[in-house]
């Protein structure tokens, strides 16, 4: 399943110099000695490396309120570890660490810069469109991906004075470039460009292995995603729809055949990623410590998922579904009290020496799935007042990952559920007052009380179900100004609030060095 890095003609000569890091130790000489990519071949290859190689989710699902201090007695898994979860600039350069992020997201960008400056080079023929596309759509994806982790929320109210990040449209052919970071306002219409340019040109039958590719679903899926942070709800409905097809409870088998398997941790964790599951739409390979650090070992276990929010907050919480027992995925669980996880990523050891037992650790990630699709479709017809159809989605959700006694529920439940269900205070005196609803303030939008807010936490709760270990959870919270608390053993708990600078994670050190505008710090 693994997919090892592709050293193609040029190793992306761009990957260096469209990082805006501090250049001076590499570029030395003017980048022009790349091989020519001049074939369809060669353009279909270097797409490959168009994908970024390491992951946010150990630093997401750290910052989250997934996560809890379990105290002294045990050690964080490393630096980046435990500067995610106290909310500290990550200065550290492991695979995990905003560096590694920052570099991998850049060095597809310029992959896919290169795939389309040798199309345009080439005279833009038909027989190149669906890479052209492919290009676009992953040109897109690691900028907004990055986005989510380095800026501010998208907020239209303030979009236009947020900080954004420099959006990487061609090759670089020149050593010392300054960028800017431009503005949330510049950066998200330039995703959107990127998006609608891209989608038409989609066409799954260029590739060997699409789920490692940005086919027609998880294309249309990326694309729902993006406008439901945009606050573009038809989009997301009308984008959703596409990926989903007709009946979407029928690709959201997932849960329900892995709790049937062997009770074998590789077993279930192949079994999640596996390429022909309908609901995979995307699977991408990463450089990163994840699996070890969030996954069922005797390692990291100074902050993780632990029992009271596993069970008070998150999977094993009760829904309008009932109790835990009724959620499929609630049943196919490892860990230990410290750290208690889903049987989602497994880890995967890619020796460069095995006589010395040294190489690299890989996890598979699935950053677009069926079950995510659908309920940013709810979401986004929530958000419009058309509760009947965010509802319909819900119930397709639950069919897919709830047994069949737990039928189809009515508006009314699901509002009553959550209507009786008590704000889960910031700071916590005990366990017992955790709570899977927690007080939004929601950014450049808004939510009314009553059904609309109450159906939101339906989503809420399940969208952090779905997402658990993913790091999807820190984005709800940064888009609907979640404020949380990290508890601290022996001293108090630290409070992000909704307006929170922390909420954007500092850039690395040394693309700051480089001169551009670091995140501000209170």
């Not at 590739?207 to 942070?229: G, Q």
């Amino acid at each position: 399943m693994i997919m090892k890095r592709l050293n193609i003609y040029i190793i992306l000569f761009t990957l260096i110099t469209g990082l805006f890091l501090s250049c001076e130790d590499f570029l030395d000489t003017m980048p022009d000695n790349r091989a020519e990519i001049n074939s369809v071949e060669k353009v279909t290859k270097l797409l490959v490396a168009a994908y970024p190689t390491n992951s946010a989710a150990l630093i997401a699902e750290m910052s989250s309120d997934n996560t809890m201090d379990n105290g002294s007695l045990y050690s964080p898994y490393n630096q980046e570890q435990e500067d995610a979860y106290l909310w500290k600039d990550i200065t550290t350069t492991g695979n995990d660490a905003p560096k590694a992020i920052w570099d991998a997201h850049y060095g597809a960008i310029a992959a896919a810069n290169q795939a389309l400056d040798a199309i345009k080079e080439m005279g833009d023929p038909v027989n190149l469109q669906a890479q052209k596309g492919e290009a676009l759509i992953a040109r897109a994806y690691s900028h907004f991906a990055l986005a989510n982790l380095f800026c501010m929320p998208y907020n239209p109210e303030t979009a236009e004075s947020d900080l954004g990040l420099p959006y990487s449209e061609k090759p670089e052919t020149l050593v010392d470039v300054k960028y800017e970071r431009g503005t949330m306002k510049d950066l998200y219409e330039k995703i959107n460009a990127d998006i609608e340019a891209g989608l038409p040109l989609i066409n799954d039958e260029i590739y060997s292995v699409p789920k490692y590719h940005f086919n027609k679903k998880a294309s249309y899926a990326f694309a729902a995603r993006f406008n439901l942070f945009y606050h573009k709800y038809n989009k997301t409905i009308e984008y959703a729809t596409v990926a989903l097809g007709d009946y979407p409870d029928k690709l959201l088998i997932k849960w329900s055949k892995i709790v049937g398997l062997a009770s074998n941790w590789t077993v279930r964790t192949d079994a999640y990623i596996a390429d022909n599951d309908p609901a995979n739409f995307i699977l991408m390979t990463a450089y990163s410590a994840w699996p070890y650090v969030h996954g069922p070992y005797t390692i990291g276990q100074r902050y993780g998922h632990a029992r009271p929010i596993f069970e008070r907050e998150s999977v094993r919480a009760n829904g309008p579904w009932g109790v835990r027992q009724n959620l499929f995925v609630a049943n196919s669980v490892w860990g230990l009290d410290q750290k208690m996880v889903a049987s989602k990523f497994g880890a995967y050891f890619e020796y460069t020496d095995k006589v010395a037992g040294i190489g690299f650790l890989h996890s598979v990630m699935v950053p677009f799935t069926a079950g995510e699709t659908l309920l940013c479709r709810a979401e986004a017809y929530i958000l419009q007042n058309n509760f009947a159809a965010g509802v319909a989605d819900i119930n397709s959700w639950i069919k897919g990952n709830c047994l069949p006694s737990v039928g189809t529920l009515s508006q009314e439940a699901l509002v009553s559920f959550y209507e009786k269900v008590s704000y889960m205070p910031i700071k916590l005196n005990s366990d017992n007052n955790r709570s899977v609803k927690k007080v939004i303030n929601p950014q450049g939008f808004s939510v009314s009380e009553g059904v609309q807010e109450n159906l939101i936490q339906a989503i809420l709760h399940i969208r952090r179900i779905e997402n658990v270990h993913d790091g999807q959870r820190w984005y709800d919270i940064k888009r609907y100004g979640i404020e949380i608390a990290h508890n601290r053993d022996g001293i108090e708990p630290d409070v992000l609030l909704k307006n929170d600078p922390r909420r954007a994670v500092q850039l690395p050190q040394d693309v700051i060095n480089a001169g551009l505008q670091a995140n501000p710090r209170n």
